[in-house]
């Protein structure tokens, strides 16, 4: 059943016909308006975000690909041989008396022995720079060596060329007639690994060495090595407890 | 006469011009609603690009990432090697080396001056003391104090005559040698 609208000739002055020509286009036109604020401009803000997103992407594709480039080029077992040659240059073991080892053997091949030595409980510390993956421990140990007049240089020597890396932080000399009593303050560090490393955050740089660095290891592997070997994977041996009985209560 | 002749009434004009303006308004809403669909069809074209684009670099990455990680192994032994060339190299560095340094203060002079006395003041700075026969020597010793304060020679930074004095035909000195 058909609804019949009568309008009036006129609205508003203006003729209805006139008025029905332009219902049309006004309907359309806000059709327009309101897809262009619901439908293109998000699509804008969308393509936008999308290029952002994309430019972040690609920017974290040619990190991976460079390190991962990188590491095709490395031969394993240089790198292996490197990182073993390095381990040496740091203390094997978080322990004082290691150090007196090490000492102790470079100033017996020069005639000197250890008249002394203090290990100050609160000054083995950690190093500021604590990484997450790496932590580092600084353990210094005074030492009073006394030994030949004539052999204190080549003791000096001794100590700055070997294995693993010693620093003299402090140095006194008294003399007597053919004999010579130092009073040094030696350090080294030791490095506790970590299991846990993030490969995906990793820099690149933080996996290549530079050309300083490998410089330093050539340097390095004319120094004598002095430390006691720990061999990969080796396990302390557990204490073995040898029960004997009472022998009067047999 | 009238050469023209109106020969409508006003309001078949008005029809007509009614019919007229219809005609218009209907080929300016075709050509807008034209315009309109392919605006909308070129912005949902390049949407459909870029978000192809992401996942096809999103797939990519997730490719080179597989890689990466199957390079773990190598990738851990290189940066546990970097940090710990890292901490050597900055133990050298910021580590003095006194048996190098007496050393070279010991060589700073030839075998013609004899030197007697050594003592290390403070780090790099040392104090001398000799004795040496003859003008020669003497020259010698002031000679390389000069070239020191004038920076002609590599490796030291400083020297100083602290004393001299001349007994028994010869010349004893005592000077402060500071190494760079």
Redesign the interface.
């Known amino acids: 059943m058909k609804i019949a609208v009568q309008l009036p000739e006129k609205i508003f002055g203006l003729e209805t016909v006139l008025l029905k020509i332009f219902v049309l286009p006004i309907f359309l036109l806000l059709l327009f308006l309101i897809s262009f604020f619901k439908v293109v401009l998000p699509k804008f803000d969308q393509i936008a975000s999308l290029k952002r997103e994309t430019n972040e992407v690609t920017r974290k594709k040619t990190l991976v690909e460079k390190k991962r480039d990188y590491l095709l080029t490395v031969n394993e077992e240089e790198l292996q041989k490197k990182a073993d040659f390095l381990a040496k240059a740091l203390l094997q073991q978080k322990d004082a008396y290691t150090l007196v080892g090490v000492v102790r053997k470079i100033a017996a091949k020069y005639g000197f022995y250890i008249q002394s030595f203090l290990v100050s409980p609160g000054e083995m510390s950690g190093d500021e720079n604590k990484k997450k993956e790496l932590e580092v421990s600084k353990i210094p140990i005074a030492f009073v060596l006394t030994g030949p007049k004539e052999k204190y240089l080549d003791l000096m020597m001794g100590i700055e060329r070997s294995l693993p890396v010693l620093a003299v932080d402090s140095f006194d000399m008294s003399s007597a007639v053919s004999q010579v009593e130092l009073n040094l303050r030696v350090s080294s560090y030791y490095i506790e690994e970590k299991k846990e490393f993030n490969i995906v955050e990793v820099d690149l740089l933080d996996l290549m060495l530079s050309a300083k660095e490998e410089e330093m290891l050539s340097t390095l592997s004319s120094f004598d090595f002095v430390g006691r070997e720990i061999l990969p994977n080796q396990q302390e041996k557990d204490f073995v407890e040898y029960g004997r009985e009472d022998p009067f209560n047999l | 006469m009238n050469s023209e002749l109106n020969l409508l009434p006003s309001q078949a004009k008005f029809q007509a011009k009614?019919i007229n303006?219809?005609k218009k308004?209907t080929t300016?809403?075709w050509g807008?609603?034209g315009f309109?669909l392919l605006?909308?069809g070129v912005?949902?074209a390049?949407?459909l690009f870029?978000?192809l684009?992401?996942n096809r670099?999103?797939d990519?990455?997730t490719k080179?990432?597989a890689?990466?990680?199957s390079?773990?192994d190598?990738?851990?032994?290189?940066?546990?090697?970097?940090?710990?060339?890292?901490?050597?190299?900055k133990?050298?560095d910021?580590?003095?080396?006194?048996?190098?340094s007496?050393?070279k203060a010991?060589s700073f002079f030839s075998e013609k001056i004899k030197v007697e006395g050594f003592e290390?003041l403070n780090v790099g700075d040392f104090e001398i003391s000799g004795v040496v026969a003859g003008v020669e020597g003497i020259d010698e010793v002031e000679e390389k104090i000069e070239k020191i304060a004038e920076g002609r020679l590599e490796g030291f930074a400083f020297a100083k005559m602290k004393s001299l004095s001349f007994a028994n035909n010869a010349w004893e000195f005592n000077m402060e040698l500071k190494l760079e």
């Open positions: 009614i303006l219809k308004v300016f809403l807008v609603t309109w605006v909308l912005t949902f390049v949407w870029f978000r684009n992401l670099e999103k990519n990455y080179t990432l890689q990466y990680k390079l773990s190598n990738a851990f032994v290189s940066e546990k090697l970097k940090y710990r060339a890292k901490l050597v190299a133990m050298l910021e580590r003095f080396e006194y048996g190098e007496i050393k010991q290390l």
